[in-house]
């Protein structure tokens, strides 16, 4: 038998426990090692403001062995063990600095959306990864969806690009208490940016973007952009945190994607409905759904798919950096637009 592919976890709060779980579900895969700042003597310690928001996607922790190394700093799980890949599940704010950790140990880096907050921290750590001759990963995990990937698949053997795109992504007000750490043209509508650039198949000619902050937070709590293309094709996004606390999954989203032959539309359907004396739920079915089996989902056909290009020491062709550096181009447009309120053209 080959040997184990050797995965370290950067990060333990709500989604770094979803990591591990899907990891468990990816064949040949041993997670050896995980890391937090919270880590005292207990794993159980770890606390997440994603715990509640996301309370009906994960239900029934799974115990992770004393086998698994527990450790508080980085650096020093990094010294310490023998690695193939560090998997960054900690907060946005330091993704860059770990992620360069990983990179400069000389290991295969996998970065949970957004790779970094700025495109000139993403240039760096891709020039790292070139220098040490290591992958530099990014999961965007909306390629991953079995629903936006049928789409993408439909549109390229049809052979008809989109022509118009309606995307939008909205979010209960609390969620800006676990989501708002950072600008949601990176920390929300990213998903939606990507998807559009992935499914026209290359970056808009133009951009224009507005902001507004009702809430008071230190970022927008509601954007709203369209990307131009020059064929005509047109994406309009929007970004919103007002839904009310009775929204289920805390989040509402909706895709529509015509072409001259079809028109394609995506929701967050409630394919399971939980009536309670308490309170009304709709488990999540799509991204990482859970059951006694493990998890599975997109996140699982994520994270199987950067092994299997880890393992064999080639670039994802899924999520290619190429492709993640003109999203970030874009994003650097809006930001520019929503700031002089004007359209700005990205330079290809």
């Given at each position: ?102 990179l400069e140990h000389g290991l295969n880096v996998l970065v949970e959306k957004p790779v970094t907050l ?231």
């Open positions: 038998m080959s040997k184990p592919f050797r995965v370290a976890i950067a990060g333990f709060g709500w989604f770094g426990r979803i990591h591990y779980e899907a990891w468990l579900r990816v064949p040949g895969v041993e997670v050896v090692a995980i890391c937090d700042t919270q880590f005292s003597t207990s794993i159980e310690n770890v606390k997440s403001p994603q715990d509640d928001f996301h309370a009906s996607a994960y239900q029934s922790p799974t115990a992770v062995p004393h086998t698994v190394r527990r450790f508080s700093d980085v650096q020093a799980m990094l010294t310490t063990l023998s690695l193939d890949m560090l998997d960054v599940v900690v907060p946005e704010q330091v993704h860059f600095e770990v992620a360069r950790l990983g700025n495109s000139q921290d993403l240039r760096r750590l891709i020039e790292i990864a070139s220098e040490k001759k290591k992958n530099l990963y990014c999961d965007h995990i909306l390629r991953f969806d079995s629903r936006y990937f049928s789409v993408k698949e439909s549109i390229e053997r049809g052979g008809c690009p989109p022509r118009y795109m309606s995307l939008q992504r909205h979010f209960q007000s609390s969620a800006a208490d676990v989501y708002g750490r950072s600008h949601p043209f990176y920390a929300a509508m990213i998903h939606d940016l990507d998807v559009a650039i992935w499914l026209a198949g290359k970056l808009p000619k133009r951009v224009v973007a507005n902001t507004q902050n009702l809430l008071g937070g230190a970022y927008p709590d509601s954007c709203a952009a369209i990307l131009s293309w020059a064929d005509g094709a047109q994406a309009v996004l929007q970004n919103a945190w007002y839904l009310p606390a009775s929204c289920p999954f805390g989040f509402s989203f909706e895709a529509t994607v015509m072409t001259a032959a079809d028109t394609f539309v995506i929701r967050n359907p409630h394919d399971i409905e939980v009536w309670s004396e308490s309170r009304y739920s709709s488990p999540e079915m799509f991204f990482w759904p859970a059951s006694r089996f493990g998890r599975s989902g997109a996140i699982v056909e994520a994270l199987t798919h950067f092994a299997s290009c880890a393992r064999n020491d080639r670039p994802s062709d899924r999520v290619p950096l190429p492709e993640v550096c003109g999203l970030y181009k874009v994003i650097d447009a809006l930001s520019m637009s929503a700031k002089e309120n004007a359209w700005v053209d990205i330079t290809l």
